[in-house]
């Protein structure tokens, strides 16, 4: 079993930056393919960024250039550095972990970006 923390989640102006955070409760980084996933209101959960075991990183498209997914493997953190925030940006977002049949997920943290 794995447990996955987010933090770092709140309100922000457009244009602004939020760095979230996901700490995992035990070593998995090296196996698991680890992702930010968010679900905006009436909206499917959608992916927004991704890393794999070997470090391979992926973006959709709405983030790319403004989104940063990083890892500290010693900490068993993931985080999500989030700059440039646009409206459209506010939903809850989600750590997931996945290995083959295992998949985890945290309990997400609210992005709001407003004026």
């Known amino acids: 079993q794995v447990q996955l923390v987010e933090s770092g989640g709140g309100l922000v102006q457009p244009g602004g930056s939020l760095r979230l955070s996901c700490a995992a409760s035990?070593?998995?980084?090296?196996?698991?393919?680890m992702g930010w996933y968010r679900q905006a209101p009436g909206k499917q959960r959608e992916l927004v960024a991704v890393i794999t075991n070997t470090g391979r990183i992926n973006y959709s498209d709405s983030v790319k250039g403004r989104f940063t997914i990083s890892r500290d493997n010693a900490k068993n953190t993931m985080y999500l550095q989030m700059n440039s925030l646009k409206p459209e940006d506010t939903a809850v977002y989600y750590c997931n972990a996945k290995y083959s049949s295992w998949e985890y997920w945290g309990q997400g943290t609210q992005v709001t970006v407003s004026s």
């Open positions: 035990r070593s998995i980084f090296l196996i698991y393919t």
